[in-house]
């Protein structure tokens, strides 16, 4: 479960970035958040594996059949916190000069010693758990290519990879899909639902339509206030409460998307 309630962060200059954003992600959800650029979308992320600290408000969250608020624990406790925190980023974040295996090993690094990191490494049921978590994302095939070779949606299943490899005790996905065609948006979606069955799921997102299909549920922030939180099929009117004029900019690109993937092999 990740509770938030009432965040609220305030910049130097006076503006107020979040006004009280609340809500609830259980096991078995899958929550995408929407909003105009700016909303304050990515700052609530950030909150939610300590990276912003807010003025005021709390994330509770379970890991390990105990609960943390993310906001008041220490340092130390933090950085242990985050190793059952899987992410999932639009830029990947992965070493392109190593193998697919090795960058999905990564995601356990801060859970063995530094000694061990240094002078031996993971060992072979490690190695093997790695590609079980490779299975799942259909790269298990492509373990011992270097990810500089790999496309923009095969870079996106080795992160997922990644994250599920940490076994992880929720999952946040920052804007995963931004960079991606509307053919392989479509298979990272799907790979990510399942995952929602096992540990809440909570991620930022620009595709209305996508969110529609793939998230049981979606949240919108609009000037750092959370305006909606219900069924992830919006409306028209919705959508242009929750937009405003970036609607119109958000339909052209999905056109415009929809062409060139008409026209595109699926990686």
Not at 52 to 79: A, F, M, T, W
Not at 198 to 220: M, S
């Given at each position: 479960?990740?509770?938030?309630?009432?965040?609220?962060?305030?910049?130097?200059?006076?503006?107020?970035?979040?006004?009280?954003?609340?809500?609830?992600?259980?096991?078995?959800?899958?929550?995408?958040?929407?909003?105009?650029?700016?909303?304050?979308?990515?700052?609530?992320?950030?909150?939610?594996?300590?990276?912003?600290?807010?003025?005021?408000?709390?994330?509770?969250?379970?890991?390990?059949?105990?609960?943390?608020?993310?906001?008041?624990?220490?340092?130390?406790?933090?950085?242990?916190?985050?190793?059952?925190?899987?992410?999932?980023?639009?830029?990947?974040?992965?070493?392109?000069?190593?193998?697919?295996?090795?960058?999905?090993?990564?995601?356990?690094?801060?859970?063995?010693?530094?000694?061990?990191?240094?002078?031996?490494?993971?060992?072979?049921?490690?190695?093997?758990?790695?590609?079980?978590?490779?299975?799942?994302?259909?790269?298990?095939?492509?373990?011992?290519?270097?990810?500089?070779?790999?496309?923009?949606?095969?870079?996106?299943?080795?992160?997922?990879?990644?994250?599920?490899f940490q076994s992880p005790g929720f999952l946040i996905a920052d804007e995963p899909i931004s960079n991606l065609d509307p053919s392989n948006s479509?298979?990272?979606?799907?790979?990510?639902?399942?995952?929602?069955?096992?540990?809440?799921?909570?991620?930022?997102?620009?595709?209305?339509?996508?969110?529609?299909?793939?998230?049981?549920?979606?949240?919108?922030?609009?000037?750092?206030?959370?305006?909606?939180?219900?069924?992830?099929?919006?409306?028209?009117?919705?959508?242009?409460?929750?937009?405003?004029?970036?609607?119109?900019?958000?339909?052209?690109?999905?056109?415009?998307?929809?062409?060139?993937?008409?026209?595109?092999?699926?990686?």
């Open positions: 479960m990740i509770q938030v309630k009432n965040l609220s962060k305030t910049l130097k200059n006076g503006h107020k970035v979040l006004d009280g954003i609340s809500f609830t992600v259980n096991k078995g959800e899958f929550v995408g958040i929407l909003g105009p650029s700016g909303a304050g979308k990515t700052l609530t992320i950030r909150c939610l594996n300590g990276l912003l600290k807010p003025d005021s408000g709390e994330v509770i969250i379970d890991i390990g059949n105990k609960q943390y608020d993310i906001c008041k624990v220490s340092k130390k406790e933090l950085r242990q916190i985050r190793q059952k925190i899987g992410l999932i980023f639009q830029g990947y974040h992965l070493v392109k000069r190593s193998s697919v295996l090795e960058n999905v090993l990564i995601g356990k690094l801060g859970q063995i010693s530094t000694l061990r990191s240094i002078f031996f490494g993971f060992n072979d049921a490690e190695a093997a758990e790695a590609i079980k978590a490779l299975e799942r994302v259909n790269m298990q095939s492509k373990a011992g290519r270097l990810v500089a070779g790999l496309s923009g949606g095969e870079m996106q299943r080795v992160a997922i990879a990644r994250a599920l479509h298979i990272i979606m799907k790979m990510i639902k399942p995952l929602s069955e096992n540990i809440p799921v909570i991620g930022v997102f620009h595709q209305p339509e996508l969110t529609a299909k793939y998230c049981t549920r979606v949240i919108a922030i609009k000037e750092g206030k959370l305006i909606y939180d219900g069924d992830p099929k919006l409306t028209n009117q919705q959508l242009v409460e929750i937009y405003g004029e970036e609607l119109n900019q958000l339909q052209e690109e999905l056109i415009v998307s929809n062409e060139i993937s008409n026209h595109a092999p699926v990686e």
